[in-house]
């Protein structure tokens, strides 16, 4: 069974959803709830609580993944560095500092609950580059297996102010896409999308349910709210717009009250959009529409039969490999007749798959020298063309 969910709740823009619904759900909690600005230490208390509600969504069979922010402000009152804009080598040397606070710290509330923790540390190119995307996916992906919560952050004691996200909304709905996850909670302090920020307009109206993105509801978003905070509601509508397009619902609600993610079940004040379609539907739109094809491979007509049964492409279905492609590249898949059957992300180098062709799964650690996947293209990074 993959480890990647199959279906996600579709909702009508009428009623909102409920977290029940869901099966692979991404938290984001930002510096501003995790740290307390005045002290500069960690909200032991509120950590705890949120920990608890992770733990019931895990008694309930979901899967709970974190994207945390807090390093930088943990790490910058540990060295006693000044509460002005620091300078990106300030920033990473907080970071590295910050980041052993925060793992830890995450790790304990956690086992509190009785669950185990992985900290990830991601930066832009490792959503963007496809072999890294599929790395770090595969990583998420036993993590979640192994009934681990995965705890991830921007890796911000490397990243160049050029290639860093700048928040960790947006890097929560990149996570929420690699991951499959089908809901995305953005933990806030504010507790959802407004009609105009709410602190210039005393008349501005909560929006309950956003069924999609438009201009309009673009034009709503302001600028950040705290000193912590990098983002704003304005990232929080970008982040919007990624993970929808991914297939997964997100969630805007407050994260200033204890047990925010129990508040959210108990119908607590907040801002749903609305996703299209589920993950894995939108992933397989992404893969058969959006990536340029850098190799062929040519099936034979069991091979074909295999995959348009919902299996993987094994290796001994391949008869030969065509283009100079590397792990994570998109591949067409070709039948004995030279029709297109479908379109895939290639599990090895073009090279490996060359020795590979035709051989039996068993043999792949003899051939390359390493444990590989036992599959050419996984069913998951799979599009079959209707026949």
Request: aromatic share 4%.
């Amino acid at each position: 069974m993959s480890a990647f969910p199959s279906a996600s709740p579709l909702s009508t823009p009428d009623a909102s959803p409920h977290i029940s619904a869901f099966r692979r759900i991404v938290v984001k909690v930002g510096s501003a709830l995790l740290v307390d600005s005045a002290r500069g230490r960690l909200r032991h208390a509120w950590l705890a609580a949120l920990a608890e509600d992770i733990g019931a969504l895990h008694r309930e069979g979901k899967e709970v993944l974190v994207v945390s922010s807090g390093a930088i402000a943990l790490g910058r009152n540990v060295l006693k560095l000044p509460r002005r804009p620091l300078k990106l080598e300030e920033s990473q040397a907080a970071a590295a500092v910050g980041q052993i606070a925060l793992a830890r710290a995450w790790s304990e509330a956690l086992a509190h609950e009785g669950l185990t923790a992985g900290q990830i540390l991601v930066t832009l190119g490792d959503t963007e580059e496809r072999r890294r995307y599929l790395n770090a996916r595969s990583t998420i992906g036993k993590l979640l297996e192994l009934k681990a919560v995965p705890v991830i952050n921007e890796n911000d004691t490397v990243a160049t102010a050029e290639i860093r996200y700048g928040d960790n909304d947006r890097l929560a709905a990149r996570v929420a896409g690699m991951a499959s996850a089908d809901l995305l909670v953005l933990l806030s302090d504010i507790d959802g999308l407004y009609t105009a920020p709410p602190n210039d307009d005393p008349n501005a109206a909560l929006i309950p349910i956003v069924p999609r993105i438009t201009a309009e509801i673009e034009a709503m978003a302001g600028g950040a709210g705290t000193e912590l905070s990098r983002g704003g509601m304005k990232t929080k509508i970008e982040a919007g717009k990624i993970a929808t397009t991914a297939g997964a619902h997100m969630v805007i609600a407050s994260g200033k009250v204890k047990n925010p993610i129990r508040a959210i079940e108990q119908d607590a004040r907040c801002t749903w959009f609305l996703a299209p379609a589920n993950p894995i539907a939108s992933r397989k739109r992404w893969i058969a529409g959006a990536l340029e094809p850098h190799g062929t491979l040519h099936l034979d007509a069991g091979a074909v039969a295999a995959l348009r049964r919902g299996s993987s492409l094994l290796p001994a279905g391949v008869t030969r490999v065509e283009g100079h492609f590397q792990r994570g590249d998109a591949v067409i898949l070709r039948g004995p007749d030279g029709g297109e059957v479908g379109r895939g992300l290639v599990a090895y180098d073009h090279d490996y798959a060359e020795r590979l062709r035709g051989r039996s799964s068993d043999e792949i650690a003899t051939i390359t020298g390493f444990e590989g996947r036992a599959a050419m293209v996984h069913r998951d990074d799979l599009v079959v063309a209707r026949s």
